[in-house]
């Protein structure tokens, strides 16, 4: 006896199908585990309510609906966002009604950075597809730009998302209302923080692999105890300075201006003479 092939190939994709669904309810009940989700008695009722039924209807060979599944994509996003995040929503339901959450959740970032996100759109004045043209999303909280990230002129721009990791340059001239450069940044190459007039500090342990340029930071009035810039290091206009940490290490040259406070130049020369700026003391 021959077998339609329409037949055949219409089984091997129904089980194909199964197959898959069966490996979503399974990957769902592991993603809990892992994150050990706590869950009320009735949200496990709710979850195990619908799982039951997709597995049933499985078994039965039934057709699994869309809602079916988008109700195992829900789950499987509830049960893998942030703690933080997911405490505050008692039920899945409640957590479809949060639009921003579900964002976040579908990147595997938390909720205050996926609002972080958001704020730099609106500074930049890009829309929301620029965020998943720009950044990408590992896992684990992690945001990442392969490239470049330019927000020159973002004057609105106050902070950026933590965890954010640049493969490239992170240029950020003129972005007069930013006040805090996050903790973990990341960069493969240079900073710019040129005419960023409100920003005070830089995070500890920051290190440079390229250049950093703070010229025109004005009320800058510290650097962090152990910054380490590869390249050059640009201080020219960052009049509120009054001395340079003791472990400071410069690459290639330092840049200053004859505006800056005097203890500036006699800590520049001291790091000099100890070789802890490789290159040389140069005027802007």
């Known amino acids: 006896m021959q077998t339609n092939p329409e037949t055949s190939s219409a089984f091997a994709s129904a089980s194909a199908d199964r197959q898959f669904i069966l490996d979503q309810i399974s990957e769902i009940q592991d993603e809990a585990k892992k994150n050990k989700v706590q869950l009320t008695p009735e949200v496990q009722a709710y979850i195990r309510e619908h799982i039951e039924a997709v597995q049933q209807k499985l078994a039965n060979r039934e057709q699994v609906t ?62 929301r597809k620029w965020i998943d043209e720009t950044f990408t999303f590992p896992g684990n909280g992690k945001i990442e730009t392969p490239g470049n990230l330019l927000l020159n002129g973002c004057t609105s721009l106050t902070h950026l998302p933590d965890n954010l990791q640049v493969g490239g340059d992170v240029e950020l001239f003129n972005c007069t209302s930013l006040i805090q450069i996050p903790d973990n940044l990341k960069i493969n190459g240079t900073l710019r923080l040129t005419y960023c007039i409100s920003l005070t500090h830089l995070p ?81």
């Open 66 to 127: 869309d809602d079916d599944m988008r109700f195992m994509q829900d789950v499987r996003l509830w049960v893998s966002m942030a703690e933080e995040d997911r405490k505050n929503f008692v039920s899945i339901d409640e957590m479809k009604k949060n639009e921003e959450l579900l964002e976040a959740a579908k990147r595997k970032i938390n909720l205050k950075q996926w609002l972080d996100l958001l704020h730099i759109v609106k500074a930049a004045h890009k829309d």
């Open 204 to 284: 500890d342990n920051l290190k440079i692999n390229k250049n950093l340029s703070l010229s025109g930071s004005s009320s800058l009035i510290s650097l962090p105890d152990n910054l380490q810039v590869e390249g050059d290091l640009r201080l020219g206009g960052c009049t509120s300075l009054t001395s340079l940490p003791a472990n400071l290490m410069v690459g290639k040259n330092i840049y200053l201006s004859d505006d800056l406070n005097n203890h500036i130049e006699k800590d520049t020369w001291r790091l000099l003479k100890e070789g802890k700026i490789k290159g040389e003391i140069l005027y802007e």
